[in-house]
């Protein structure tokens, strides 16, 4: 018998989906994206200390969710090669309508590696200037918040009380924008 | 044409693995568990002030991820039907070796909901008391870590820089400590 952990077993895939296919590894099954070179979530922050939020429903949990302005990059033709910094822009413009000033790479990590190979590289954007309209590329139905960040927390719960989903990675975003100021005092 | 937005599209099952299932609905394909009632996430703060951190490879990333612990609930026959506190006080018995005299819900959050259905249900453990050997249930192979609040995130970006992946909820989870205390004031 094999070993479960061992990290010499490769990769079979149990079945190739459109977008995603799914892959055993040992006895793991997990999800993985196809045609993906990296994925962006951003921190975004206004000038007068709002966090950037966009809610959009998702299907895999049947309901809205509130979430940090994310995406894929180099998932189609037109983006292919793109940098990681370059889609987060691409992404933040998308969704919210906001370029940045700044956009800093703050760390890269799991979203969940029980299920997924997906990591996500974060960034926080700030010096935000609403220059177009936001809400998706078209495919996609986004409704904007902007939520002052000491009003964050009870804001999530209020709304997870109207029965939308939060992504936990918004409470992420918030502490690194706080590990953030802290390094820059 | 079927409209991929709509949320009566109802899922179809793509392939069914023996652990995950991948399920379509409308355009969007995404991982699903089997025989899950729930999943939990324990940010876990010992008396002195050390977040409790755990280390397995996980096969979905390849490496070896800085998580914390967390498990299924339900997820054999043996705790079917467990409600969610307990799973969190088992799991975190079973992966540290803590029990907690404090187990308090913090919130519930997708972890990535364009890829799966899972839902994570947090909770804040204090009041630990070291009464097992820790390090997972036979079938896992975990290291435990426990490092001081206030060097959580430089001690995690060393850890990146080891080549180990950091997964995103324990920053969700440095956010909910800050807000528990914030709170209490």
Redesign the interface.
Known sequence: MTN??S?S?S?KV??E????R?????Q??????KSVTGIVGIVAVTDDGKLVLVEQ???????S?I?LP?GLAGDDAAHEGEALEQAARRELLEETGYEAARMEYA??????????????S?YLASGLRKTGPGAGDG?E?ITVHEVPLDQV?PW??QQ?GLGK????????????I??DKETRR
């Open positions: 479960p952990m990290s077993e990769p149990l079945f989906g459109r977008h995603v799914l892959v055993k590894r040992g793991w099954e997990y999800a993985e994206r429903y998702r299907p895999p949990v049947g309901r969710v979430e994310a760390c890269a990590g799991a979203a969940s590696a029980g299920i997924t190979s997906e990591i996500i974060m495919s139905k927390h999530l719960q997870a989903v939060v992504d936990l990675k918004v409470f992420a975003g918030m502490a690194l706080r590990d």
